[in-house]
């Protein structure tokens, strides 16, 4: 039971874990907040699902009057993996809704993954506002492109070899998890999860790209439909394997009026073509939320210093009661670091730096989707200039980039 004040009111949560004798519940849930219906296959492909999330329910009135689940990910950050709670499937039964039951329900799903030892959180936000307001950031945005034939990269021959058709799982694995590793927020995938969503939505076709050696270094899945060239993924480790899809791409021509896909924000195939007027648009997509700061800096890789480095941060989370507070933050020579809380701010320590910031300001530095010194010109940051360049060097940069969806 979760006691929470709406409207200064005191008003008692039944929450609780759910479990499978909830699924049909929950699915009926769903189907009506989100509008869809399925089949009799999709529904146990769900409950599958159901049985693998941790979901979490408001009970009234003897039934599951809102719920979330909490997906078990991995996600690299820095080149490293770490525990990611997904946050899905939230809802409410219309009669329920502005009683505060999702803030009750992500609450107590923050202390769910902090026992879990998830010390990241994404979600796809119904509303940024919204969810701000609980401490999630926005970590990741992308490109959409929309080419027309005649604005395609230039067909170029490449020493290496497409194979198009069904190649092995472990191939794309392989391939994946290479380019993966240079982003940060990306997913670490398991089987279950190629087959049951990245094959689901990505498109039916698939195509390799295999150096000289035979090897692979890029694919494509895509979908050819009406004339459109839709590409589901598109994954390449380098140039030659970037020119070598492309071309592929290119040679559906007589085929196709037009290619759209995704691509990071930082991607340069506008600047790539000899005419860069494109239709491109940048899109926010996911956000973040940094569950335990002592947890996910205990295990963040940070750049390599030229001296030891400590750093005071002061940080606000109204939400997360464990990260409130002064936390010493200490940067070894090889990057590696320790943190612990103190009780409070003191000058005893100084040269220590002092930064103030609240949970989504250090979510979005430390997920390298926006640096100390541009967040302290906003003032989403505080602390001096020195402060805030010791913070600044000692962030890896590294552009974020998420391609699945949940």
């Not at 492309?246 to 021509?253: G, L």
């Amino acid at each position: 039971m979760l006691t929470i004040l709406k409207n200064g009111v005191q008003d008692d949560m039944d929450i609780r874990k759910l479990t499978t004798d909830d699924f049909e519940a929950c699915m009926t849930l769903s189907e009506y907040a989100f509008q869809f219906e399925l089949n009799e296959e999709q529904v146990e492909k769900r409950r599958k699902e159901f049985n693998s999330h941790n979901v979490l329910g408001v009970y009234e009135d003897g039934q599951v009057g809102a719920k979330l689940h909490i997906i078990p990910f991995q996600t690299y950050i820095q080149g490293r993996s770490f525990a990611m709670g997904g946050i899905a499937g939230v809802a409410t039964w219309p009669e329920y809704r502005r009683k505060g039951w999702v803030a009750g329900l992500l609450k107590f799903a923050l202390e769910e993954m902090n026992r879990n030892k998830q010390s990241i959180s994404f979600l796809h936000p119904f509303s940024f506002a919204f969810y701000r307001k609980y401490g999630w950031e926005t970590y990741v945005e992308f490109k959409n492109y929309k080419l027309s034939t005649d604005q395609l990269p230039a067909k170029k021959p490449t020493s290496g070899t497409l194979r198009r058709g069904n190649p092995e799982l472990s191939v794309l694995k392989e391939v994946y998890d290479t380019y993966a590793e240079r982003y940060n927020g990306t997913l670490t995938r398991n089987d279950a999860w190629w087959e049951n969503s990245v094959y689901a939505k990505k498109g039916s076709q698939r195509a390799v790209y295999y150096d000289e050696a035979g090897l692979s270094q890029g694919y494509v899945l895509y979908e050819v439909k009406e004339r459109k060239f839709t590409i589901g993924e598109l994954v390449h480790l380098n140039e030659e394997a970037r020119k070598g899809l492309w071309t592929f791409i290119a040679n559906h021509d007589s085929m196709i009026d037009e290619v759209t896909l995704k691509a990071p924000a930082n991607d340069t195939l506008a600047f790539q073509l000899d005419n860069p007027r494109i239709q491109q648009e940048v899109t926010p997509y996911f956000m973040a939320r940094i569950v335990s700061v002592e947890q996910f800096i205990s295990q963040y890789p940070f750049a390599s210093q030229d001296s030891p480095v400590q750093i005071q941060l002061e940080v606000e989370d109204a939400h997360a009661p464990w990260n409130e507070g002064v936390w010493e933050l200490n940067v070894a020579m090889n990057g590696t670091a320790s943190i612990w809380k103190k009780g409070e701010l003191t000058t005893e320590d100084q040269p220590a730096q002092h930064i103030r910031l609240n949970i989504q300001s250090l979510t979005a530095v430390l997920m390298g989707y926006r640096r100390p010194a541009e967040m302290a010109r906003i003032d989403r940051i505080q602390g001096s200039e020195e402060d805030i360049q010791a913070l600044e060097k000692a962030i890896p940069v590294r552009q974020t980039y998420l391609m699945d969806f949940f």
